[in-house]
C-alpha cells in the first residue's frame, strides 16, 4: 500500500500585499502552531517585496515562506529580477514557478521554467511547478496534452518528492469562480501521477499534486478530497487568513 504524500496547502498572492498584510501573515503563524492546518503543510507565497518581513514574522514557526518566481541564474546584469539565491537568502524556502500568468504575462516556456527549476533547486529551495489548460484547449479535448507536455518539459533533472511538486491550476479556473467537476479533477490529477512516475521512477508517487483554481472554503472538502490531490495552491483565498484556514481546515 503506498503511503500518500504530507498535504501541503500554499497560498499565492499575486501582485498584492503590503507591509499592514503583515497582520494576516501573524495570523497564520498562530493558527499552524495551534493546530489549524492540521496535518496539513503551510506556505505563503507573498510578493518579493514582503519576503523578507514575512520570514521574520513566521521565523521559528511551521509557516513556510516562498517566492513567485526566480531567474535561472544566480545572479548578474538582469535589471529586476530575483534569483533563486536572493530569494533564500530573504528566508524564502519555496518558490512558484511557471504559473499560467507568467506563461501568459511574460510568454515563458516550459523550457524556461525548467531552467528556472534546476537554478531554485540549485539554490536549496523546493518548487512548485504550476501547469494547466485554456478554456480553449479543454474545449477541444487537449487538456492531457497540454498538461502532459507542460510537466515533461518543465521537469528539473534533479526533481525528488523534497524539492518539486506539481500544481495544476486550468487557466479557466483562476480566479473566476469557475471550477472543474470532481470527475474532471480526478482525470487530470491520475494523469499526472502517471506521468510523474514515468518521469522520476516509483519515487514519484511521493511528489505531491497540488490543485489550483477557484479554491475556496465552500468547496475545499470537495475538491481536496479527490484521488491524487495532495493539497491546494490557492490564490485570492489565501490573502485573508480566515479564509485560508477555512480551505486549509479540511486536513484537521
Not at 529551495?125 to 501547469?131: D, G, Q, S
Not at 506539481?166 to 487530470?188: K, N, Q, R
Not at 490543485?211 to 478530497?225: I, T
Request: with cysteine; proline share 4%.
Amino acid at each position: 500500500m503506498t503511503t500518500r504524500p504530507r498535504p501541503l496547502v500554499a497560498g499565492n498572492w499575486k501582485m498584492n500585499g503590503l507591509k499592514a498584510s503583515l497582520s494576516e501573515i501573524i495570523a497564520l503563524r498562530d493558527a499552524v502552531a495551534a493546530g489549524g492546518f492540521g496535518h496539513a503543510e503551510a506556505a505563503v507565497c507573498p510578493p518579493a517585496t514582503l519576503i523578507a518581513a514575512c520570514a521574520e514574522v513566521a521565523k521559528g514557526s511551521a509557516l513556510a515562506i516562498g517566492g513567485q518566481d526566480c531567474h535561472a541564474k544566480g545572479a548578474g546584469a538582469h535589471t529586476g529580477d530575483v534569483s533563486a539565491d536572493m530569494l533564500r537568502d530573504a528566508g524564502a524556502t519555496y518558490v512558484i514557478l511557471g504559473h499560467s500568468e507568467r506563461r501568459t504575462d511574460h510568454l515563458e516556456t516550459s523550457q524556461q521554467v525548467k531552467a528556472k527549476a534546476e537554478g531554485a533547486i540549485g539554490a536549496g529551495l523546493r518548487v512548485i511547478i504550476c501547469v494547466g489548460e485554456s478554456e480553449a484547449q479543454r474545449q477541444a479535448g487537449a487538456t492531457l496534452m497540454v498538461v502532459g507536455e507542460q510537466v515533461a518539459e518543465s521537469w528539473p533533472d534533479s526533481a525528488n518528492p523534497e524539492n518539486l511538486v506539481i500544481a495544476y491550476e486550468p487557466i479557466w479556473a483562476i480566479g473566476t469562480g469557475l471550477t472543474p467537476t470532481v470527475d474532471d479533477v480526478a482525470e487530470v490529477h491520475g494523469f499526472l501521477r502517471r506521468e510523474v512516475v514515468r518521469l522520476a521512477g516509483p519515487g514519484g508517487a511521493g511528489i505531491r499534486l497540488l490543485y489550483g483554481g477557484s479554491v475556496k472554503p465552500s468547496n475545499a472538502a470537495e475538491l481536496l478530497g479527490v484521488a491524487e490531490v495532495d493539497g491546494a495552491l490557492v490564490g485570492g483565498a489565501s490573502l485573508k487568513a480566515a479564509d485560508f484556514l477555512g480551505i486549509a481546515g479540511v486536513y484537521r
